[in-house]
């Protein structure tokens, strides 16, 4: 994306462009965001503060991450600086920076996407978010409530219970 989003930014600025990718088109992406263009994240994620449910995370709860336990040792520096800049008054710092940028996330993909004649490969009615209790779904609910009311905004919820569906172990 930061390729893509340089080589767009210096063609509008008159200059010409070639983005050279070492595979296929699109195959050299994180596969982090899902395909998911998303407006409703109106405050960073921030790693959580307790050990013990990072370590949940870590080992596949909520598939939160997907962690590739080799490359661990060199990627134990960044996550350190993510775990501190995800406590109080860093976080607090980076949140109103962070709320502008989501707010031109989607008009700013609905250009590109028109420029580039797209418009029948996106979906623009949301996305599941699956909770596996009513505790969790309430949860959930309070959160998007407490975002509307601080940031005007937060995503459209409907809500239907999936009768028949389990858990996996």
Do not use: F
């Not at 490359?71 to 980076?94: I, N």
């Amino acid at each position: 994306m930061v390729g893509i989003c340089t080589a767009l930014a210096l063609q509008e600025r008159g200059h010409d462009c070639v983005v050279v990718d070492r595979r296929p088109p699109g195959s050299e992406t994180s596969y982090g965001n899902a395909g998911i263009i998303q407006a409703e994240a109106v405050e960073p994620y921030a790693l959580p503060s307790n050990p013990l449910v990072m370590l949940r995370m870590a080992l596949g709860w909520k598939n939160a991450v997907a962690l590739h336990w080799p490359s661990l040792p060199r990627q134990l520096p960044a996550l350190y600086s993510y775990w501190r800049s995800s406590a109080g008054t860093p976080l607090r710092k980076v949140i109103p920076v962070w709320h502008r940028l989501i707010l031109e996330a989607v008009p700013r993909h609905e250009a590109l996407i028109r420029a580039a004649g797209a418009g029948d490969l996106i979906r623009t009615r949301g996305y599941w978010e699956v909770h596996a209790t009513g505790a969790g779904l309430a949860t959930a609910l309070l959160d998007a409530e407490r975002r509307k009311r601080q940031y005007g905004r937060a995503p459209r919820t409907r809500l239907r219970r999936r009768h028949g569906c389990r858990r996996r172990p």
